[in-house]
């Protein structure tokens, strides 16, 4: 079966437009055309648009996508290149989610903070505050040792 870029794009969950980027980009060398020149997507496609999308929600750069895609264009002599990189932007992923992981637990502080202050009527109910009233999960958070 073939697709055009827009069904294509909807069963990536993505605007046509960033298929004809990544086109335009050099990142869909696979990528057949008609005698008019109109984009023709084969269902063999769709695992090689679902990586460059993972790759690219991850962080990764256009440039070093499209370098992920040309190795695997060359074939089985670049596995071990391919298999760095793999590693590489998984590390990345793990550090975004611990980072992510900080940035939500001082969320959640601050949902706390702003509805203990919100029940008492005032911010300033924190300042007489000691750790043993501040939920333990909130330690880290808090700033109060």
Known sequence: MVYTVGEMAKRLHIAP???RYYDKEGLLPFL?????GIRMFKEEDFAFLSVIECLKKTGMSIKDIKV???????????????????????????LQIEQMQQTLAMLNYKQW??????????????????LE???????EVSGKK
Do not use: N
């Not at 057949?32 to 008019?36: H, N, P, Q, V």
């Not at 009233?133 to 330690?139: A, N, S, T």
């Open 113 to 130: 903070y702003y509805e203990t202050a919100q029940i008492a009527g005032t911010c300033s109910v924190h300042q007489t505050m000691t």
């Open 68 to 94: 992920f895609i040309d190795w695997c264009m060359e074939g089985d002599t670049t596995i071990a290149q391919r298999l760095t990189l793999i590693k590489e932007q998984r590390e990345s992923v793990l």
């Open 17 to 19: 437009s960033t298929l």
């Open 133 to 139: 009233d501040i939920p333990e999960e909130f330690h």
């Open 32 to 36: 057949e055309r008609s005698e008019g």
